[in-house]
Every structure is written in C-alpha cells, then in structure tokens.
C-alpha cells in the first residue's frame, strides 16, 4: 500500500503548477534547507494546525467469491476521520516579487488542477485565507521580504480494518453455543 501524500505536499504541488516555479523553488517546512540568496521567488508550505471534527465506523459485510468459486465474504470497520487542517503558506524572496505575486497563491488554489487534486485526494481547500501578513520584520537587517498566508483546509482520511463477525468472535462460535 503506497502512502497518501500528506496535506502540504499536495498545497506545495498545486502552487508549483499554478505559479510556474521551479521544483527546488517550493518546499515542505523543516526539511532543513537554507533561504538561497538569489532573486527568486520562494515558498514553503508547512501543518500550523489539526483539529478534528468528526471520527465515524461504518461496519459492512463484503461480498466475495472464493477461489473455488464459493461465496464468501469478510465483515470490515470502514473508519473515516474528518479533519480540519491548518496550513502556513510562506513566500519570501530578496526582491518585492513575493509582495506582488503573493494573490497568485489564492489563484492557484481555484484553478481546475487544484479542484482535480482536491477531488482525488478527499480535501477542500477553503475559497479564503483566514489572513495574509506581512512578516518581513521577523529578518531583521536581512532585507528579505516575507507574507504568511493561513489557510484552512478540509481533509477525509478513510481506513478498513476486518473485524470479528457475530459468529467468527475468537474462542467461541455459534455451533458451540447451540450444543
């Protein structure tokens, strides 16, 4: 089972697409790389926050055919957790072009890629931020200029676990029961 990417990979990949920039001009926060001192445009994309908001089980009786071609069938715990996903998006560049390309994130995020991801990948990024600042002041005598974006973002994760049927509990079965 290959793993789901998580949710700043995918934030990262629409914004690379949407903005046109360079694979190494994108990045998820802590992978401990160092601000380039050239004048482009960078991004990086990091988890401010979970919360959830919903954990439900579904439990349902799967159908199969066995290799002999005998019906059968396996019970399963279909597990779905909602989560609300708070996001940092950082643009920082030694030039003003963060401060003038910082609305083309909010375009890259409506754009039919993104609703093509948002739909394969069981999120919903939220049409607004819930603020955009403007945090050069944290370099100090760097003179590199910075804007946070915080975004919301809707996310469904769905696990399926098998799980013991009424006549399949371990130590016991109804045969026994009935003698």
């Not at 590199?144 to 996310?155: D, E, G, K, Q, V």
Request: aromatic share 10%.
């Amino acid at each position: 089972m290959t793993a789901a990417r998580i949710t700043p990979q995918i934030i990262a990949d629409i914004l690379k697409k949407g903005m046109a920039l360079k694979d190494e001009q994108v990045w998820i926060y802590n992978q401990r790389r160092a601000i380039p001192e050239d004048k482009r445009l960078y991004i990086v994309v990091g988890m401010v926050g979970i919360k959830p908001y919903g954990n439900n089980n579904r439990n349902a009786w799967i159908a199969t055919t066995g290799p002999s071609g005998a019906p059968g069938g396996e019970y399963q715990d279909q597990l779905t957790q909602y989560m609300l996903e708070t996001l940092s998006i950082n643009l920082f560049s030694y030039t003003p072009e963060c401060l003038q390309r910082y609305h083309e994130v909010l375009g890259s995020l409506r754009s039919t890629y993104s609703q093509q991801l948002q739909e394969a990948n069981g999120i919903k990024i939220s049409e607004l931020p819930t603020a955009i600042n403007d945090v050069s002041s944290i370099e100090g005598a760097a003179l590199l200029y910075r804007i946070a974006i915080t975004l919301p973002i809707f996310r469904k994760y769905d696990m399926i676990l098998s799980a013991d049927y009424y006549d399949d509990i371990d130590g016991f079965s109804i045969e026994e029961i009935e003698q």
